[in-house]
């Protein structure tokens, strides 16, 4: 059938009018990082950290992006996968003093000890007034019977910090282990490890260690990130002794 003056309108102006319609554009890295903070305020970390390997694909040094996947990993869990991510942001950023500090939380979340401490002590290389990582620095010498100086870097702490209860109670019983102890070097005793459990969900008993947070999430410049992550803390906590 041949088509009248009117059909070739109809068809002329369809044609004009998929012309004109804008092409759908593919998300950008920045957009992927932001839907992943979407989906860590809603704690909905799977996704997020999707979102954040969708951003990682389009843009591999993307080192926000990587710290929070990190974050997000921490928050399932999987402290082997998020110990790899934060040591990829190192690789790129190695003064990335937030995932220094998260390096070395989940080191000791593991009983790693001697890696922990070394890992707070570049954090506060970079940070040294981080009265936090000083008394986390503690909680690694005490697993590792160095007692004294667990007293010394909860002194630190709480010189930053005073009525810090974290490294009060830290430097409590390093102070107990040498009093009970008085002829023993703390250099070469090694204490027995107490049970730590891998929940991070459980609050502090009387007998248990201070609390820690990790360091907080990366957010982009938008007014809307800042928000979102000022919403966005960490309530994980970490029973140390028991």
Known sequence: MRLNGLHWLFAIFLILLVLTIP??????????????????????????????????????????????????????NKLDAAISTYQQVLAIDPDHADALYNLAYDFNEQGRYQEALATYEKVIQIQPDAHDAWSNKGYSLYFLGRYQEAVEAADKALALKPGYQEAQQVKSRAQAKINSNPGTSALNTVSTRSAVGTSQLRTNAITASPATTRAAPLVAAPILSVIIGGLWVSTRKKAFFQ
Not at 33 to 40: D, M, N, R
């Open 23 to 76: 092409a759908v554009s593919a998300k950008t890295a920045a957009e992927w990082y932001s839907e992943g903070l979407k989906y860590g305020s809603q704690g909905k970390y799977t996704q997020e950290i999707e979102a954040y390997d969708q951003a990682l694909a389009l843009d591999p040094g993307y080192v926000k992006a990587l710290y929070n996947k990190g974050r997000a990993l921490d928050d399932l």
